[in-house]
């Protein structure tokens, strides 16, 4: 004979401020991605600290801290060269203030028309409901061609 509904233990006010603890940073970096799917640098730009460090792989290069430089070497830079880009993570791993996010990367270049799908991780701090720290890892190697004609 089989159950339709298993017992669930009622949460102790413990473990729900533990599982809030670990939900909020989660929650924020889900907004942060959608937030760069609808369009919205502003947005996403809000979500981050005042001193926020962007960390790349690529030749994008964040000069400095702060949500305006993220817009000035990442953001614009991104936007102006691939359109249209997606990044679309498909699984979360969250610890604490940590959350990696693994996703693929879509993009057409402007330059070359060609398109390119890569794997990507991101690591993602977040302290007092704000992003301080962004980690990229992406394999350059597939990207690079795709930003050269021939």
């Keep these: 004979m089989t159950r339709d509904h298993e017992p669930v233990a009622a949460p102790d006010s413990e473990s729900e401020a533990r599982t809030a603890t670990y939900q909020a940073p989660l929650e924020i970096v889900k907004e942060l991605y959608a937030k760069l799917t609808a369009g919205d640098p502003g947005g996403a730009l809000a979500l981050m600290s005042d001193d926020i460090e962007w960390i790349t792989m ?50 057409t270049n402007r330059a070359t ?31 690079e061609p795709a930003r050269h004609p021939g």
């Design 113 to 143: 028309g060609k398109h390119v799908e890569v794997d990507y991780s991101h690591i993602w701090e977040v302290k007092g409901h704000k992003i301080v720290r962004h980690r990229q890892f992406i394999d350059t190697g597939k990207i």
């Design 58 to 107: 690529m030749d994008y290069k964040v000069a400095g801290r702060g949500p305006q430089k993220v817009l000035e070497g990442m953001l614009i830079p991104a936007m102006e060269e691939w359109e249209p880009y997606t990044l679309t993570p498909h699984e979360f791993i969250c610890d604490g203030d940590k959350v990696v996010s693994v996703g693929r990367f879509k993009g």
